[in-house]
């Protein structure tokens, strides 16, 4: 578990808001139970095109806020949506040719259809608020009209997966009401929505290998079109469309090494989309078994292409061989040289964990505001914390000041990009509202579904709900992601970056996921401190720690006690036993009452007062406060504890020259 980012922000709620959020989700819930099972009432077509129609309008002028009616202004009269979780269900995991057909007309209130798929036509513009996105389809197969709505996880590379294509197959479909208690088809999983259109390549088994050829030949030339056009999405369709055409029949004798070419240019394309797993697959599999120039030199591109591709995945060992491959095809590769060098770079700080930081901080933009850095884990170990879980102990006596781990955030989320977004979710398991980054749960899902492998290192973190995310790489429909899952391990494990760029604002604050970081436990006597560079997180021991030693780390390192201790409790659920707090505890309210106004006497004395050049009045004033801090504590009770309420004005004291 590791800090989450709500400490840095303050979102400002009135109990009036809180109720009616509260109040709003246990109505629609109430609703939904009484609707169960009950058949769906068929709508009027044109009135439901007319109202979409309308609201896609007022979306696009930004003036569809309201109409999403669990948007809170907050504070600065910003609006955060709001949504509910804590219902999760699982997504679908059978490829949709298995799935049942169904109609509209057969679908009931509150159910999941399991074992069943729907196909629809999207009939009306696409209405785009914040947090979802909704339009009117159509049933494939008759007259009727309904409502489709993608909760959260809209957009695929940049692009409305609602407005990507004309036909839809809803998996497993989902009828419910929204918040506003309007009937609708409802989709989580992003893996639930199968977009396709209507031109899409019908890939005739019957064809001859030649007509196979020239057609899989012609998929190449739209798909080099569309990427000089830098239309991704098409050129990726193209590609793969060509090698399914390709790999199906023989094609070698009229156009040989073309699955070898649309390999090759489908693994830049997925280079492009962040799509590592598959870039590095299809660079391989482009290599072509000669030795003439030409195919040397193509071969090169494949190793390049397969080479970053390792890199980006952190697969620094495995990126030095294919640039070296790369550089004994063509010696004087200017882009081999360059990459070797990196490699060569990450490998050490792999090795020693010692960073260039000045380096580091140099390359940070706001363009380029992650760190370009391999992760270094150390001399720890994952391992069982008696009561805490998991936690991340020393495997050998680490001195004091020394890198104790340093990792590059696995996904991050910068205030300043676009899709950075904030939202307050109310769960209805705990009752409780939250400031939630949900723009990074969707990138992280965005992430998970484009690069599979990294799927199970994220999964294992704690969350609440272990829901049932799994890779079904062999199914025509992709990975399947579970966001609830994916959705309770933020709430658990992400934490803000500071302000490290600037732009941000309550409602979009940086924030992002370190895997290994997650492990360290907190404790209010940490033995590490932790420092961010850009997105690279970097912990540093404070005390020398010995070998089999857990590594702790203050979640939340306030001086009061009972400020520190509701911040645990209500952000992370637990409350801490370590020494610290056993003591504090002991000490009882009225000694702790006391201390905390000693303390804000202190802080409100240290405002006023610098301690260079202090007055001798001054001086005596601050050792006066200092001393009655220190009278607070029984000496016997905090023996090897720090008196962390009197830390701040003993360190003014030590400035006074
Ligand atoms: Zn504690």
Redesign the pocket.
Same mark, same amino acid.
Request: charged share 10%; hydrophobic share 20%; net charge positive.
């Given at each position: 578990m590791m800090t989450p980012y709500q400490n840095q922000n303050t979102v400002f709620i009135t109990q009036e808001e809180t109720d009616r959020i509260r109040k709003t989700v246990q109505q629609r819930v109430t609703r939904c139970g009484e609707l169960h099972g009950y058949a769906r009432e068929p709508r009027d077509p044109t009135a439901a095109v007319k109202e979409a129609t309308g609201a896609s309008l007022m979306a696009d002028m930004g003036g569809a806020l309201d109409s999403e009616m669990t948007e809170h202004v907050y504070g600065q009269k910003e609006a955060l949506p709001v949504l509910a979780v804590g219902m999760p269900y699982p997504p679908c995991t059978a490829p949709a040719q298995q799935l049942q057909p169904m109609t509209i007309a057969n679908l009931q209130m509150d159910i999941h259809h399991r074992g069943r798929r729907l196909a629809v036509k999207r009939v009306s513009p696409v209405v785009s608020l914040a947090a979802r996105s909704w339009t009117m389809v159509q049933d494939a197969a008759g007259e009727d009209v309904e409502r489709l709505e993608i909760c959260l996880h809209k957009s695929r590379y940049g692009k409305e997966v609602l407005e990507s294509k004309s036909h839809f197959i809803v998996k497993e479909p989902y009828f419910t009401l929204t918040e506003q208690g309007e009937p609708t088809i409802r989709i989580d999983h992003p893996s639930d929505i199968v977009p396709y259109s209507d031109a899409e390549v019908q890939i005739d088994r019957t064809q001859d290998a030649i007509a196979g050829g020239k057609a899989a030949d012609e998929c190449k030339a739209r798909g080099n079109a569309a990427l000089r056009k830098k239309d991704l999405i098409a050129a990726y369709t193209e590609y793969t469309d060509g090698l399914k055409l390709a790999t199906q029949m023989d094609v070698a004798e009229t156009y040989p090494y073309l699955p070898q070419d649309l390999s090759r240019n489908r693994a830049y394309v997925n280079l492009l989309l962040d799509r590592l797993d598959e870039a590095r697959t299809d660079a391989v599999a482009s290599l072509i078994p000669a030795q003439d120039p030409k195919s040397k030199i193509l071969n090169s591109k494949a190793y390049f292409r397969a080479g970053c591709a390792a890199y980006n995945l952190g697969e620094y060992r495995e990126a030095k061989r294919y640039f070296e491959n790369q550089r004994e095809l063509c010696s004087d590769d200017k882009d081999a040289i360059i990459l070797l060098r990196k490699v060569h770079m990450r490998l050490q700080e792999e090795e020693t964990g010692i960073y260039d930081l000045r380096r580091i901080r140099a390359g940070l933009t706001p363009a380029h505001p992650g760190a370009d850095v391999a992760n270094f884990t150390g001399p720890t170990e994952v391992k069982n914390s008696p009561g805490r879980g998991r936690g991340l102990f020393a495997t050998r006596d680490i001195p004091v000041g020394q890198v104790v781990t340093g990792e590059k955030a696995f996904c991050v989320l910068w205030g300043h990009q676009r899709e950075a977004l904030t939202a307050l979710t109310y769960d209805i398991r705990d009752d409780r509202i939250r400031v939630t980054p949900v723009g990074l749960a969707k990138s992280i899902v965005q992430k998970l579904l484009s690069n599979p492998s990294q799927m199970e290192m994220v999964l294992g973190l704690y969350g609440d709900y272990k829901g049932g995310s799994t890779t079904i790489p062999d199914t025509v429909d992709g990975p399947v992601v579970d966001v609830f899952e994916v959705l309770d391990i933020i709430s658990r494990n992400a934490f803000g970056l500071g302000h490290q760029y600037g732009g941000e604002t309550t409602d979009n604050a940086s924030t992002g996921l370190w895997i290994r970081s997650a492990y360290i436990n907190? /404790? &209010?006597?940490p033995n590490t401190v932790k420092e961010c560079i850009g997105d690279l997180l970097v912990f540093r021991s404070t005390h020398r720690i010995s070998a089999g030693e857990e590594i702790f780390h203050a979640y939340d390192d306030s001086a009061d006690y009972d400020a520190? /201790?509701s911040n645990l409790m209500a952000t992370w659920g637990f409350e &801490?036993? +370590?020494a610290? +707090?056993e003591a504090e505890k002991a000490d009882g309210p009225v000694i702790r009452t006391k201390r905390k106004g000693l303390m804000d006497e202190a802080n409100a004395f240290m405002e006023k007062e610098r301690p260079f050049g202090a007055k001798r009045l001054m001086v005596a004033k601050a050792k006066k406060i200092g001393k009655a801090i220190e009278e607070t504590y029984d000496g016997e009770r905090y023996k090897g504890l720090p008196k962390v309420a009197g830390l701040k004005i003993q360190s003014w004291l030590a400035g006074v020259r």
């Open positions: 907190h /404790s &209010c006597v520190r /201790s &801490c036993g +370590c610290l +707090c």
